[in-house]
């Protein structure tokens, strides 16, 4: 997958990202001294619960939500390629996999995500709600990405390769209420050889012939819909059969949506909105939970660009998932 940087990366990697956050989250900005504690004591004087800051302010952090920031890109940047995305397809001729790309431009990735967040909306989500989406790197993500932080519901990308005890776990402790999760998953080491999501998706909804588009789970008991993407095409040697009345089509989404109509969230979003939620990688312990901000996402990638010398224009390659720090 290959990301563009008109002004702005989304996502930021690595210790440099998580230490801005933390530092962020204690209120103190990127390079802050922390002060002794009889100084912490007097600047604090006054200011009982709030936090404060020392050190340098050079560069100013962003105050902007991640809507507000990229609809400035978009006008500044929109006939630029934003995201080009391929997807392995099996080749008769070939035992190595084809691919197949899909570029989007700011403009583009602006349009689709706005029929996707009026399409959410729909089907009921709202600010705060919880979005799970399983589905790997791709434009189809990053669409939902930007659709999820239109809407201030907090996105919470899953590693596809998750089994569904792992998935089911991961929706528990969230209290995900929306599941968006591909047919098929693509398993990187096996190439053109996915897994089907049909047996994950009957462990975590039992009947999936039951409710119109309305899930009910033990597993999850938060969870009331389950969003399916069609990429069922790439993989003909997998299968998985249609028709299941609890599941809502992907495609659903595109037809309820409307790009040209700005996306309005049912309450007005903060800078300091929890709108992302990301698993750590659980190499000493279980995997956690870290809660990101509008804030916190912007300046962690606005920095690192400035840090790496990016200008518009520019194109980033991205192997790394998505769905971690990358």
Known sequence: MMLSTAGYVRLATGSVARNTARRRCAGLRPGAVV????????????????????????????????????????????????????SPTPSSSSASPAATTMTLTYAALDSLSNTLAHGLQSIGVRKGDRLAVSLGNGAEFAALTYAAFKLGAVLVPLNPGFNAKQVGAALRHLGVEVLVIGKVTDLP??????????????????????????????????LRKV??????????????????????????????????????????????DT???????????????????H????????????????????????????????
């Not at 047996?199 to 008991?221: A, F, I, Q, W």
């Not at 998985?240 to 309450?267: E, I, N």
């Not at 709108?275 to 990101?292: E, H, V, Y």
């Not at 804030?295 to 990638?301: D, F, V």
């Open 189 to 222: 080491y096996k190439p053109c050889r996915g897994r089907s999501n049909l047996e994950l998706l009957r462990t975590l909804v039992p009947d999936l012939n039951k409710g119109g588009g309305v899930v009910e789970s033990e597993v999850v008991p938060s």
């Open 295 to 326: 804030t916190s996402i912007l300046n962690n990638g606005h920095l690192i660009a400035q840090r790496m010398g990016l200008v518009p224009g520019d194109r980033i390659v991205v192997p790394p998932p998505l769905f971690h720090c990358f």
């Open 227 to 272: 969003v399916v993407l069609d990429n069922a095409g790439f993989h003909p040697e997998v299968e998985f059969a249609g028709g299941f009345k609890a599941l809502t089509p992907y495609d659903v989404l595109l037809q309820s949506g409307d790009a040209s109509r700005a996306v309005v969230p049912d309450t007005p979003l903060k800078p300091d």
């Open 275 to 293: 709108i992302n939620i990301q698993f750590t990688s659980g190499t000493t312990s279980q995997p956690k939970a870290a809660m990101l901000t």
């Open 35 to 86: 002060a002794g504690v009889e100084q912490r004591r007097r600047l604090s004087s006054g200011y009982e619960g709030l936090s404060f800051s020392l050190g340098p302010e050079d560069p100013p952090l962003l105050t902007q939500t991640i809507p507000q920031h990229f609809s400035q890109v978009v006008s500044q940047h929109g006939d630029l390629p934003a995201v080009t995305a391929r």
